[in-house]
């Protein structure tokens, strides 16, 4: 009954209490519950002290791909099956919203695409999709290459000014910095330069996605009583940072409408960005003929796409890194792949050299499988709704209100889906997957190949048992982006270096936000590689 036209009334507070009330009765009286989901007692004490994705891990263990988790009469599913995924996140997506992470955003993101409610979202969607047309694409990829060769060279210099044959680096903080240095530019042509210095808006810029991270992970959203954000030291804090950001935002807004050039969507898709003095996203936005939209509207945006793109890119490169290393034998055949395709040309990997990187594409989608960035996707229900059965087999009805989490990271490490789910393979993108007793879902296909075929693979190649950048109408509008921006990232760096782990892999750790960081930094002893005998070794390793 509900359709993109006439989408689900939002939940009012009566609607809130109805669901309070049936789950008090169900949990704690003898209400007969709508469903056979089992509640994952007794664990709400493991949710707290370490990441909660974990945890959540444990109980998926236990309980299997749908559980409810309860904290007093706040019930939430948590789902890890593809099939109920698909359900939720692409055939009725519309009955879902983002419930409490809407909540939580809001005052960092306003109504950017994540947090919107849906007329502006629809609005906003439609405008910025188009941005990411492939000539911008292929335009970014060049860029991407030359923001990685600032990194390289700060790596180069590191060595060369050290005593030791090998320094260490802390590399997830320098995946960071080159993150946020291609996210400013592209965005909003801003060069933040973070690799090299460090300003004020770069510690707001990180103080804030900390902030965004910690309130991700906090149930209890304190922060919207007022009177605390003037007490509270860190929401102090925050809103200092928030003001500093957004007054360079809105210069940078000023001076793109200040050119704006009304420009019609197919023109601005053939640019010819070698020759344009602002290709940034802004621009984009700004130029379209027909979008109308406010400057507070456009600081929404770019303020989310900023803290959307960062961390997430970064966490990849820091994941696909720490796993490489420990596999010698991978590790050399991913660095074969890169030589062989890459020569000792000076300048950055092109378009079609991604299209060469085979191995390091799938490298990388395997971190994205094994760490997914973030591991938790959000919803909220505003009808009521039945899931359908997928593994269990039996469907269940859920009331207009119900929280749910989608455990991606359960999801991509369930063993009725994957061949030693645990295990960092990127080869097993090579092999078909087929229907492992799951009803419902069809198993996966190589990346290249039939359904979703690309260059990566992703949630329709996989039926929704891979689904790093989610699926459906929510689905991420920066996946091409994210992952093309990886790939040259870590084809460059590993042309030009060696990496080993300067710590015990054990000691580097897990920790949570958004997304997946490690406890404490990973150092990474950086050397760099010879040329020529290292390239013909290359090619004999690659016709092996
Ligand atoms: C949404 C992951 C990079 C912008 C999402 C979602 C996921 C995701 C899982 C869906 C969230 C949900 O359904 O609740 C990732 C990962 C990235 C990445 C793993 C990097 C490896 C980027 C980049 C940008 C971006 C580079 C922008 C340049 C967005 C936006 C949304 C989104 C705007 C909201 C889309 C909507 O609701 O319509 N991302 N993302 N992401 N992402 Fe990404």
Redesign the pocket.
């Known amino acids: 009954r509900f359709n993109d036209a006439n989408p689900p009334p939002p939940l009012s507070m009566k609607d809130a209490m109805d669901l309070w009330i049936e789950n008090i009765l169900v949990l704690y009286g003898d209400k007969k519950p709508r469903d056979t989901v089992p509640v994952a007692e007794g664990e709400v004490s493991d949710l707290v002290g370490g990441p909660f994705f974990l945890a959540l891990h444990r109980c998926f263990k236990e309980y299997g791909p749908i559980y409810k988790l309860a904290f007093g009469p706040k019930v939430f599913i948590v789902v890890n099956d593809p099939v109920v995924c698909r359900h939720i ?1 692409r055939e009725r997506s519309i009955l879902y919203d ?1 419930g409490v992470l809407s909540e939580i955003l809001e005052p960092i993101m306003g109504k950017g ?2 947090p919107a409610d849906y007329e502006t ?1 629809k609005t906003r ?1 439609r405008a910025i999709v188009p941005g990411f047309h492939s000539a911008w694409l292929e335009f970014m990829t060049g860029m991407f290459g030359y923001c990685t060769a600032g990194l390289a060279d700060k790596l180069d210099a590191l060595i060369d000014a050290s005593d030791a044959d090998a320094p260490v680096v802390e590399m997830e903080t320098e995946y960071s910095s080159l993150a946020l240095d291609i ?1 400013g530019k592209a ?1 909003f042509n801003y060069d933040f330069k973070s690799t090299q210095t460090e300003s004020p808006v770069i510690k707001a810029v990180y103080r804030t996605l900390r902030e965004a991270e910690y309130r991700s992970t906090f149930l209890l959203p304190y922060w919207k009583f007022e009177p605390l954000n003037w007490i509270v030291p860190r929401q102090r804090q925050f809103r200092r940072d928030m003001k500093l950001i957004n007054d360079t935002l809105r210069k940078l807004i000023n001076e793109a409408q200040h050119g704006k050039q009304s420009t019609e969507l197919d023109d601005l898709k053939r640019r010819d960005y070698e020759n344009v003095s602002d290709p940034s996203m802004l621009r984009f936005l700004v130029d379209l003929r027909g979008e109308s939209t406010t400057n507070k509207q456009l600081r929404d945006d770019l303020m ?2 900023l803290i ?2 960062h961390e ?2 970064a966490a ?1 490169l820091t994941w696909a890194t720490y796993e490489l290393v420990q596999q010698p034998d991978l590790y050399a055949r991913v660095r074969a792949e890169v030589d062989a395709v890459m020569g000792d040309r000076q300048t950055p990997p092109t378009f079609d050299d991604v299209k060469a990187l085979d191995l390091t594409r799938r490298v990388l989608a395997e971190a ?1 499988r094994l760490y997914p ?2 591991p938790l ?2 919803r909220r229900l505003l009808a009521d709704d039945t899931l359908p059965g997928g593994e269990v087999g039996k469907p269940t009805s859920l009331k207009r209100g119900t929280d749910v989490f989608i455990c991606v990271y359960s999801l991509h490490r369930s063993p009725s889906l994957w061949e030693e789910p645990d295990r960092f393979d990127p080869d097993r993108w090579l092999k078909p997957h087929s229907n492992a007793g799951v009803e419902g879902w069809a198993g996966y296909t190589p990346p290249s190949k039939g359904k979703g075929a690309g260059l990566y693979p992703n949630e329709v190649n996989a039926d929704f048992a891979f689904m ?3 699926g459906g109408s ?6 091409q ?2 992952m093309l921006e ?1 790939t040259v990232a870590f084809a460059t760096l590993m042309r030009r270096f060696d990496f080993s782990l300067a710590c015990a892999p054990e000691a580097v750790g897990i920790d949570t936000g958004a997304t997946i960081h490690t406890k404490g930094g990973m150092p990474i002893q950086v050397r760099k590689r010879g040329d020529r005998a290292d390239l013909s070794d290359a090619s004999a390793k690659l016709s092996k």
């Open positions: 996140l983002k695409l994540i979202w969607r996210i965005i989310t796409m959307a793109g997430t890119t990849v994205l960035e973030p996707l959000i790093p950048f989610g929510r689905k991420c509008v920066g996946d982006f994210a990886s």
